[in-house]
């Protein structure tokens, strides 16, 4: 008696059980009345969260302080004052 199988079973992951289920059934519920219940309070920090976007913009899309310079490539051109032949931003060309 030889049973052997062509592929071997592997066990259903977490998110794929009842109990993954259950969990994200109990996160939505727990989330809902944590929203209904604390809604003033949410609304009130709204001003803050708004102020607090400012900074965390500026750093994350300007990658820090150290990267303001775009570093060109050598055949790549480079506008500047000292390159007169290229067009200015906002002018017509």
Aim: contains cysteine; glycine residues 14%; hydrophobic residues 35%.
């Amino acid at each position: 008696m030889n049973h052997e199988h062509g592929e071997s079973e592997t066990p259903p992951g977490f998110w794929t059980s009842r109990y993954a289920i259950g969990l994200i059934v109990i996160g939505a519920v727990a989330g809902y009345f944590l929203l209904t219940e604390h809604r003033a309070h949410l609304f009130g920090a709204l001003p803050f969260l708004l102020l607090l976007a400012c900074p965390l913009m500026h750093v994350f899309m300007h990658h820090g302080h150290g990267a303001h310079g775009h570093h060109h490539g050598p055949g790549e051109p480079q506008a500047g004052p000292d390159k007169p032949d290229q067009a200015k931003q906002g002018t017509p060309s």
